[in-house]
């Protein structure tokens, strides 16, 4: 079964530097979509950035990328110029290319961001 | 703007009682999803549905039900059985192709009296 390990439950950082939050998973599958999502204390899911496995180059979306190894099954989440408003939940979501209804998420990550 | 709409924002359930939980979408997406969130546990799913008067159980589907009448609406009933309901639960729909993530609702948070 495919699973998504978020091993850091809370993570801090100062405002203007950078962090990065790790994501793991397990699956048989070759191709796949990776997903970051970010909630707020709204609550609301927000998608933050999106990686597909047959792309080798790593997903960029402003100041958010991440650095996908595929034979390490590693997805990480770098936020580089880090601000207040960044602060949230953050989830690491696997979904196979075979079934488009299986997201699987992680148990998510606390970001609190420091002034 | 388009966008998915969950209602109430806050529900609560006294003992024995079903409740129902809207989401409507107006982006035109066939495809729906509700997942539980639990603290700790990330996101479960629960229901989805990929056309109108269809729908398939997630993960965690006892002690709910849901149905899909119409293209925009995909309304979730929590029932008696579920025997531990409080959670926060959140909707959410896609667009066709295995490339379109999934776009989430601001969630109902369901307490119980």
């Known amino acids: 079964a495919q699973t998504v390990t978020q091993s850091q439950p809370e993570m801090s950082v100062q405002e203007a530097e950078t962090v990065t939050l790790s994501c793991t998973y397990d699956t048989s599958e070759s191709d796949y979509y990776l997903f970051w999502y970010k909630q707020p204390p709204s609550r609301q899911m927000i998608l933050v950035i999106r990686?597909?496995?047959?792309?080798?180059q790593n997903a960029t979306e402003n100041r958010f990328s991440v650095n996908f190894q595929k034979a390490a099954k590693s997805f990480s989440l770098k936020i580089s110029d880090s601000q207040l408003g960044d602060a949230a939940m953050y989830f690491c979501?696997?979904?196979?290319?075979?079934?488009?209804?299986?997201?699987?998420f992680g148990t998510g990550t606390r970001l609190q961001v420091f002034p | 703007d388009g966008g998915i709409t969950q209602s109430p924002k806050y529900l609560f359930r006294k003992e024995g009682q079903n409740v129902t939980l809207s989401c409507e979408q107006n982006l035109n997406h066939d495809a729906m999803y509700w997942y539980r969130q639990d603290p700790g546990q990330g996101l479960r799913l629960i229901y989805y549905?990929?056309?109108?008067?269809?729908?398939q159980k997630g993960d965690i589907a006892e002690g709910y039900s849901v149905s899909r009448e119409k293209k925009e609406s995909f309304p979730l009933t929590v029932t008696s059985a579920q025997k531990n309901p409080t959670a926060f639960y959140l909707c959410?729909?896609?667009?066709?192709?295995?490339?379109?993530?999934?776009?989430f609702g601001d969630g109902t948070r369901l307490s119980i009296l």
């Open positions: 979501a696997y979904r196979p290319t075979y079934n488009t209804d299986k997201l699987i």
């Open positions: 549905s990929q056309i109108v008067n269809d729908f």
């Open positions: 990686q597909e496995a047959y792309k080798q």
């Open positions: 959410a729909s896609s667009g066709p192709g295995v490339n379109q993530p999934q776009h």
